[in-house]
Structure formats: structure tokens, C-alpha cells
């Protein structure tokens, strides 16, 4: 991520795909159970949460990494000028 180009970025499913997979098993869940009060949004905290977490720090990398990735482009644009 820090040493790649300027335009790389991971993919939506290598990022998002906790959050897809404790979504997906939250839904089903909730309706197969129809769970309700706080056992409901205990649950869901527990599946959608871990992804969540893992969404922003990827997402916090990506944009930490943009400074250095945005000079490197910028100095290979300029050699090839």
C-alpha cells in the first residue's frame, strides 16, 4: 500500500470483505430468529463491528499513504518529462 502507485488501492473484497461476511451473517440471523431489544444490536456488533474496524484501517493507511505515493508519481512524471 505505502509502496505502491499513485492510482493502486486494494480491491473493494480484499477491504470490505469482513464487513460483507458479519453483515451477511447478522441478516440471517435476524431473520431467521427475528431477534429483538439489545440481543439484536448485541449481535450486530459483534459481526458488523470486527469488519468495520478492519474498513477503517485499511482506509486510514490508504490515506496516510497518498502524500508519499503522490510525490513518487510526481517525480516519475517529471523524469519521463
Known amino acids: ?5 499513485l492510482y493502486d488501492a486494494p480491491d473493494k473484497l480484499d477491504t470490505l470483505w469482513p464487513l ?10 435476524d431473520l431467521g430468529l427475528h431477534l ?3 440481543v439484536r444490536w448485541t449481535i450486530l456488533a459483534l459481526l458488523v463491528g470486527p469488519g468495520m ?11 496516510r ?4 505515493r503522490y510525490r513518487r508519481h510526481k517525480a516519475l512524471s517529471d523524469r519521463r518529462e
Open 65 to 68: 499513504s497518498l502524500p508519499g
Open 36 to 38: 429483538q431489544g439489545a
Open 1 to 5: 500500500m505505502y509502496n505502491g502507485g
Open 20 to 29: 460483507i461476511l458479519g453483515g451477511s451473517l447478522f441478516a440471517a440471523l
Open 53 to 63: 474496524m478492519w474498513a477503517g484501517l485499511l482506509l486510514f493507511h490508504e490515506f
